[in-house]
């Protein structure tokens, strides 16, 4: 579901305004309307969650996070940046490097590397590390959306979950997540 059709869906879902993806990942226009702190709240979760699980040969030096703009159902991963706002909000108080999904590329399995080194690769600086992402927020309730997020570092290290999303007091607070499966 891309375009039209994701925007309409998401608009009834409190107006969370997603783009259209290409195959790779693609900076994201500003989303006007888009709820933000949802997006951080969501993102800031995966990231903690993939940190405490990913394996790697060395820790991540980078971390890329994106938005996928596909149904589990569909296909393919379709991956958009999210704002530059959350990418800001997420590095605020880190020293580990958060890029923007397009400023980073999976290289390709049988890459010259060491065993276990992380496939995820920042193109500017060449620093390895992990993916991050989160699917479409489907509403479960008021005030409460379950969204499917997960990591990639390589072949044997990658994971995903499914959070549910609470707002109370006015901010985005995770509820729980239930591990689906880890590699």
Not at 12 to 18: E, K, M, N, P
Not at 78 to 88: C, N, R
Request: charged share 20%; with cysteine; glycine share 8%.
């Amino acid at each position: 579901m891309v375009g039209a059709q994701l925007v309409a869906r998401l608009c009834g879902l409190g107006a969370l305004l997603l783009v259209t993806a290409t195959a790779q990942a693609q900076p994201a226009a500003s989303p006007v309307g888009a709820d933000t702190a949802l997006i951080a709240a969501v993102l800031r979760t995966v990231v903690r969650e993939a940190l405490y699980t990913a394996h790697g040969a060395e820790p991540p030096q980078v971390v890329c996070v994106a938005i996928d703009t596909v149904a589990a159902a569909e296909g393919p991963f379709k991956f958009i940046d999210p704002p530059a706002s959350v990418i800001a909000n997420l590095q605020r108080g880190r020293s580990l490097l958060i890029r923007a999904s397009s400023a980073c590329r999976r290289l390709p399995p049988d890459a010259p590397r060491r065993a276990r080194t992380s496939l995820i690769e920042d193109v500017k600086t060449g620093k390895r590390g992990i993916r991050v992402w989160m699917r479409t927020p489907q509403s479960a309730g008021p005030q409460t959306f379950a969204v499917d997020v997960g990591y990639d570092e390589h072949m044997l290290s990658g994971g995903w979950w499914r959070c549910t999303m609470r707002k109370r007091s006015g901010a985005w607070e995770v509820a729980g997540c239930q591990l689906l499966g880890v590699a």
